[in-house]
């Protein structure tokens, strides 16, 4: 239901939009996510939206580089990725929490989302 793609090898330094589409269903009255996975390591927080797009949370860690942005219309979250630096390189899902309906709040831990995409690569050369 949730599609991730955009991913890629980039540069450090460089840019990368990912977007993640909803099919079969329509995520607009929740917060979506994106979270980020790298090998040995355990699925992180990388960013979150209000279901309106009002309000929207991230990490120190790529605070100021990543913007989440959605677009309701089309059923899709997006995420620019902006100074890339090779320790970003992971595999980036984007997700969907129903637990919080039209409300403004953000959820940034794993089990408060409850649909996922597959997952996209984002490698990020030195």
């Not at 793609?5 to 540069?11: I, M, R, T, W």
């Not at 979150?48 to 120190?60: E, S, V």
Request: glycine content about 12%; overall charge positive; some cysteine.
């Amino acid at each position: 239901q949730l599609q991730a793609s955009g991913g890629g090898l980039v540069q450090a330094g460089g840019s990368l939009r990912l977007s993640c589409a909803a099919s079969g269903r329509t995520f607009s009255r929740y917060p979506m996510g994106w979270f980020r996975q790298a090998p040995g390591k355990e699925r992180e927080f990388v960013a979150a939206i209000t279901w309106d797009g009002n309000k929207t949370r991230y990490p120190g860690s790529v605070k100021g580089r990543f913007t989440i942005s959605r677009d309701n219309a089309q059923n899709k979250v997006d995420l620019q990725m902006n100074s890339l630096k090779p320790e970003d390189t992971a595999i980036y899902y984007c997700a969907a929490s129903t637990k919080y309906g039209l409300v403004n709040w953000v959820p940034i831990v794993t089990a408060d989302y409850d649909h996922w995409g597959q997952g996209t690569q984002v490698t990020v050369s030195s």
